[in-house]
């Protein structure tokens, strides 16, 4: 069984910058094929924003493009998300997913393990 935890999320100010953390453990915990970010506000559907694939091919959401990276370090197992620019609009629960067959990266579905999730709030 793996075990998906997010970090990093806070409160800040339009324009800001965050860094969020997904530390994978347990068994197999580097058998996904696909890793990424998802987000939801309250009210809203999950949303994908960000993806890496096991050949390090990555794929955003129009809606961060150029102001969000993701990356990671396979030594330590930790995926990351590197916001800046952020908006109030991008407030949402952030959650790190992992998935081994992954054919439509921004549907939830596809995804086997998911993280608790960490708040990002931006204030305007």
């Known amino acids: 069984q793996v075990q998906l935890a997010e970090s990093g999320g806070a409160s800040v100010q339009s324009g800001g910058s965050l860094r969020l953390s997904c530390t994978a453990s347990?068994?197999?915990?580097?058998?996904?094929?696909?890793m990424g970010w998802f987000r939801q506000a309250p009210g809203e559907e999950r949303e994908g924003v960000a993806f890496l694939d096991i050949d390090g091919r990555t794929t955003y959401a129009e809606s961060i493009k150029g102001r969000f990276t993701i990356s990671r370090d396979s030594a330590r197992n930790i995926l990351y998300l590197e916001m800046s620019g952020l908006k109030p609009e991008d407030t949402a629960m952030y959650y790190c997913?992992?998935?081994?067959?992954?054919?439509?990266?921004?549907?939830?579905?596809?995804?086997?393990?998911w993280g608790q999730g960490t708040q990002v709030t931006v204030s305007s």
């Open positions: 997913a992992a998935g081994l067959y992954v054919a439509d990266r921004f549907l939830p579905s596809e995804y086997s393990d």
């Open positions: 347990g068994h197999n915990r580097s058998r996904f094929n696909v």
